[in-house]
């Protein structure tokens, strides 16, 4: 993996005064091992929107990948894994981060392996960074299983196909978001839940002007990564229970539930996701959310 610091990055400088390199790829190596081998880049930029957005989008023609599509313009994109296939099928992969993510990664490992202290208030901000971080090669990890099982998806030819790839794609930030739970709770017990559950109720409460799929989508997406930190530790989810009795909220809670246990179904089949008997429930709840 070719770590690339784009030009103007600071962090570089960061890393090498701190940790240093070395021990910085020793730290990815230990937490990953051979699951790094296909990803050929590890991209830093700057922390400008367009900037990121046009790196992401020359590593994609690169690796022969769709550039990137942001249709909710209320959501930053921060972080960004291509996986895509050579011309005579090998698989390679780029992860573009925006330096503040990777800074969030470094600042954690110095307070929890070296000591650093910080405020509490920018504890919070370094750790929802580092799981960031690391749930991009989350998503690195989740392409290596389903392109190597042929479970690339097809362009959508109908609504059963156009929900069914939402909800493989999904599926794809629930399986990062948990690896990045597996990864870090190694280290420490640290969470970004507060935050994720927070953007969850915004898109429930609030009327964004956004058309019906991408409300359902965006609802669903934060959904999927706050619920797979309780996955990951093994205890029941406590947003049914604390949100049974507020007006807005609860006649989301039965749905989410079935959605809950979707994705429960779906990861006891994964990587096998993709076949039409295994995402139907999947379309069947989305459209039952967008009845709401």
């Given at each position: 993996m070719r770590l690339i610091f784009e030009q103007d990055c600071r962090i570089k400088n960061e890393i090498e005064s701190t940790l240093g390199l070395d021990?910085?790829?020793?730290?990815l190596n230990n937490l990953f091992g051979y699951k790094l081998e296909p990803i050929l880049y590890l991209v830093i930029t700057i922390d400008d929107t367009l900037k990121f957005i046009n790196t992401v989008n020359?590593?994609?023609?690169m690796l022969n990948e769709e550039?990137?599509?942001?249709?909710?313009?209320?959501?930053e994109v921060v972080g960004k894994c291509i996986t895509g296939l050579s011309e005579i099928g090998i698989l390679q992969q780029a992860i573009i981060i925006k330096e503040c993510i990777l800074r969030g990664f470094l600042?954690?490992?110095l307070h929890k392996?070296?000591?650093?202290?910080?405020?509490?208030?920018?504890?919070?901000?370094?750790?929802?960074?580092?799981?960031i971080f690391l749930h991009e090669f989350g998503h690195a990890i989740d392409g290596q299983q389903r392109v190597c099982r042929a479970e690339r998806r097809n362009i959508p030819t109908n609504d059963f196909d156009a929900i069914s790839e939402i909800g493989q794609s999904l599926f794809g930030e629930y399986f990062a978001e948990k690896c990045a739970y597996d990864k870090i709770l190694t280290i420490a017990d640290v969470n970004r839940i507060e935050s994720t559950k927070e953007n969850l109720i915004d898109y429930i409460?609030?009327?964004y002007k956004i058309d019906k799929y991408t409300k359902v989508r965006r609802i669903i997406y934060f959904f999927v990564q706050y619920i797979a930190y309780y996955h990951v530790k093994k205890i029941k989810v406590p947003f049914y229970d604390e949100y049974k009795n507020d007006e807005k909220i609860c006649i989301y809670i039965e749905c989410l539930h079935e959605?809950?246990?979707?994705?429960?179904?779906?990861?006891?089949?994964?990587?096998?996701?993709?076949?039409?008997e295994n995402i139907k429930e999947f379309v069947r709840v989305y459209y039952k959310i967008m009845e709401l």
């Open positions: 021990e910085f790829k020793s730290i020359e590593y994609c023609e550039k990137l599509d942001i249709k909710d313009k209320n959501i600042y954690f490992i392996c070296h000591g650093y202290n910080f405020d509490n208030d920018i504890l919070k901000k370094i750790n929802s960074n580092a799981i409460t609030n009327e959605m809950e246990n979707v994705i429960i179904f779906l990861n006891l089949l994964y990587p096998y996701i993709a076949k039409r």
